[in-house]
Every structure is written in structure tokens, then in C-alpha cells.
T-cell receptor, first 116, second 115 residues
Framework: AQKVTQAQTEISVVEKEDVTLDCVYETRDTTYYLFWYKQPPSGELVFLIRRNSFDEQNEISGRYSWNFQKSTSSFNFTITASQVVDSAVYFCALSEASLGGNQFYFGTGTSLTVIP | DTGVSQNPRHKITKRGQNVTFRCDPISEHNRLYWYRQTLGQGPEFLTYFQNEAQLEKSRLLSDRFSAERPKGSFSTLEIQRTEQGDSAMYLC?????????????FGQGTRLTVV
């Protein structure tokens, strides 16, 4: 079974629009960790944000914000005032404490295109 | 440059040949990971090292695959008797490992094409 589901395959927005990327996860662990990574055309996965399962506080970091809801097993990621440089594939990932946090389960990614 | 370094960046090989990839993690990161990513998919876990010890291996890692991290620093991933299905991006990542659940930092990957 897929542990991380990103239902949005591709999204296109016009520059300066806000965009939210959805992520739904599945785990039986009570302690787990959630991540968002960005993969630009160059191919390197760039770490963006990390959240622990015991900290549901939502935060804003610059143009990035995230909404973590354990009740719905969702970890959505929002980019405010999108820019062309935000165009990339975004991956949501999960690691579980029962496995030592050593395996990352990635979703299939959401390809974001920001149109100038 | 203090990021994760992978070599080569691209490799084209004929079916049946052996290939070896190298990964140099971020200095002093004791955890090292190998992932495989095919087109349109997210990375899939292959194996994990804590220092020089290979502690976890995915079922995806067939007998033709072997990974080493002899001195707890750089790592190599070897694929023997390559098959066309091995064509993928092979990603290496490292993390400090001092705290469970820390993020991993990825290299730019080695793209393997088996013809």
C-alpha cells in the first residue's frame, strides 16, 4: 500500500498566485516524521520542511507554509506569491520511528509550473 | 562544496555489464542512504548505512546489487549484469544521524541508462 499519496500530478499557476500541494499519508506509528522536498530540473532533491508527528503547530517560513492535520493524515504545503523559480516537482515524504527514521517513503510527486 | 557528491552523473552501459557508482556524503554525516528513482515516480529506498555497517536493505535490492561503505565515509553501489529495468536515477543521501527523523540531504544523482 502506498504510504504517501500526492493526488495532484501536475499543477499550473500564474506567477504571484498562491498554490497548495496536497499530501496524505498512512502509518500505524504514533511517532513519525513528515517532509517536503523540491526537485528542480537539475535533479537534486532539496529539503524544504520537516514536521514531527507530535507537533501539529502549523508554521510559516517566508513564502512557505504547511498545514499538518493528524485527524485527516494530511500534510499540505502552500507557496504564497509563487515565482517562476518555484517550478519543480515537489515530493512529500514520511519516515517512521519504528524503523529508526531511516527509510523515507516518498509520494509520486506534484509537478508545479509557474507561468510568468 | 560541502554537499553530497555523486559520480558519475551519467552512465550508459550495455546490458549485462557491471557498473559502479560512488557517493561522497556530507562530511561527518554517519548515515548514508541509496535510493532509486524512475521517471515520474518518487525515490524508492534501497539501502542504509550507519557508519560502515549496512543496517537495512530493501527487497528492491536484488542479489545483483551490492553496496559498501568500507571506512564509514564514501559509499559505492555496484550493479552486476545490468538489465534494462535497472535504468533509473540512483540517488545518494546522508544525514547526521544524531537525532531520529532528521532530514536527509541528497546528491544530484547518477542517471543510469542500460541499452
Amino acid at each position: 500500500a502506498q504510504k504517501v499519496t500526492q493526488a495532484q500530478t501536475e499543477i499550473s499557476v500564474v506567477e504571484k498566485e498562491d498554490v497548495t500541494l496536497d499530501c496524505v499519508y498512512e502509518t500505524r506509528d504514533t511517532t513519525y516524521y513528515l517532509f517536503w522536498y523540491k526537485q528542480p530540473p537539475s535533479g537534486e532533491l532539496v529539503f524544504l520542511i520537516r514536521r514531527n508527528s507530535f507537533d501539529e503547530q502549523n508554521e510559516i517560513s517566508g513564502r512557505y507554509s504547511w498545514n499538518f492535520q493528524k485527524s485527516t493524515s494530511s500534510f499540505n504545503f502552500t507557496i504564497t506569491a509563487s515565482q517562476v523559480v518555484d517550478s519543480a516537482v515537489y515530493f512529500c515524504a514520511l519516515s517512521e520511528a519504528s524503523l529508526g527514521g531511516n527509510q523515507f517513503y516518498f509520494g509520486t510527486g506534484t509537478s508545479l509550473t509557474v507561468i510568468p | 562544496d560541502t554537499g553530497v557528491s555523486q559520480n558519475p552523473r551519467h552512465k550508459i552501459t550495455k546490458r549485462g555489464q557491471n557498473v559502479t557508482f560512488r557517493c561522497d556524503p556530507i562530511s561527518e554525516h554517519n548515515r548514508l542512504y541509496w535510493y532509486r528513482q524512475t521517471l515520474g515516480q518518487g525515490p524508492e529506498f534501497l539501502t542504509y548505512f550507519q557508519n560502515e555497517a549496512q543496517l537495512e536493505k530493501s527487497r528492491l535490492l536484488s542479489d545483483r546489487f551490492s553496496a559498501e561503505r568500507p571506512k564509514g565515509s564514501f559509499s559505492t553501489l555496484e550493479i552486476q549484469r545490468t538489465e534494462q529495468g535497472d535504468s533509473a536515477m540512483y540517488l545518494c543521501a546522508s544525514s547526521p544521524g544524531s537525532i531520529v527523523g532528521t532530514e536527509a540531504f541528497f546528491g544530484q544523482g547518477t542517471r543510469l541508462t542500460v541499452v
